[in-house]
């Protein structure tokens, strides 16, 4: 049996249920850790720090915090976890508006158990996906910090697509100094072409 990285956890009241599923996660290799409310979840839960991939299967519909209701806490404190939501066949329409409130996707009971496998597996590629772009973010945020004011200046100039001879008039400076800074912008950023720094600028958002 393969081990999968990632964690998968499991929000329902029902225990029997908790059980059945933890029991097909770790015969298919993956970790699971119960939780009988949503209570109890976010106080074990944290915001991503670079650990393994992770997600969440959780019924719509417990005591205490509904699963809408953990959704919404869960964006109130920044924590970004794919969430795949448990569903009777009366509780769809809910179960869509998580998904349009991003959510990942809700599985209808009774399910096939290749198919919450199959939406595990989606569900922790998406995470891991999250993860990268996350770290190739704050490593852009990192390097754009390490700029001076000018080559900020010049930065900003050079992305919305001004001229070296118009950003030296603006910035009253010559443009062999534009040139400079411009040339130390592509340095620090790392940027291979002008088009690569502009991508990492807008990943960013400016």
Request: charged residues 25%; hydrophobic residues 45%; proline residues 4%.
């Amino acid at each position: 049996m393969s081990i999968h990285p990632g964690i998968v956890y499991i929000v329902d009241d029902d225990e029997a249920f908790r059980d059945s599923v933890a029991w097909l996660l770790q015969t298919n290799g993956y970790q699971a850790r119960l939780f009988a409310d949503a209570e109890s979840f976010l106080k074990e839960v944290k915001p991503g720090t670079g650990g393994p991939p992770r997600c969440a299967v959780m019924d719509v519909r417990m005591p205490g915090l509904s699963g809408p209701q953990t959704q919404e806490a869960l964006a109130e404190r920044g924590i970004k976890l794919p969430l795949i939501f448990v569903t009777a066949h009366a509780d769809v329409p809910i179960a869509v508006a998580t998904i349009k409130r991003g959510a990942f996707d809700f599985i209808e009971k009774p399910f096939a158990e290749s198919d919450l496998l199959k939406r595990i597996e989606e569900a922790l590629s998406f995470a891991t996906e999250a993860q990268a772009q996350q770290s190739q973010i704050a490593g852009i945020a990192a390097r754009l910090a390490s700029l001076s004011d000018r080559e900020r200046q010049v930065l900003d100039a050079v992305v919305t697509g001004k001229m070296n001879k118009t950003i030296a008039y603006d910035l009253e400076i010559s443009i062999k100094t534009v040139e400079a800074h411009r040339a130390r912008v592509m340095e620090k950023m790392e940027a291979a072409s002008l088009a690569h720094l502009i991508r990492m600028v807008t990943l960013v958002g400016g």
